[in-house]
């Protein structure tokens, strides 16, 4: 069972999608803030493809499946509301956070 970092009466809608995306627990769980994010193709009619981690995230970590959970996409723009403008970038983007502030840069492929 997640133990979400926010308080349910903290939550906002911030962004209506009704999509889910994949987030890492020491985004949810522990409070960090999002340092890494991508889309990939949707896995279902649901998924924005969205998937968010810390970057502090070793290859052991994300292969445990306790560690990345499905959550609304709103769910985590409370945690990080810098994603928010980024949402709507189509699938295939790579971001990842300017140190020490609230915007992202895109990652060249």
């Known amino acids: 069972m997640s133990k979400l970092n926010l308080k349910i009466a903290e939550f906002e809608d911030l962004v209506p999608t009704g999509g889910t995306c994949y987030a890492s627990k020491k985004i949810t769980e522990e409070g960090m803030k999002i340092g890494y994010m991508y889309r990939e193709e ?60 609230n915007r992202f840069q895109l990652l060249e492929e």
């Open 42 to 101: 949707p896995t279902d009619e649901f998924d924005t493809g969205w998937r968010f981690y810390s970057g502090t995230e070793d290859e052991d970590y994300v292969d445990n499946l306790e560690n990345v959970m499905l959550y609304d996409v709103n769910t985590v723009a409370n945690f990080d509301r810098a994603i928010i403008p980024l949402l709507k970038k189509p699938i295939g983007t790579e971001w990842e956070r300017i140190e020490g502030g």
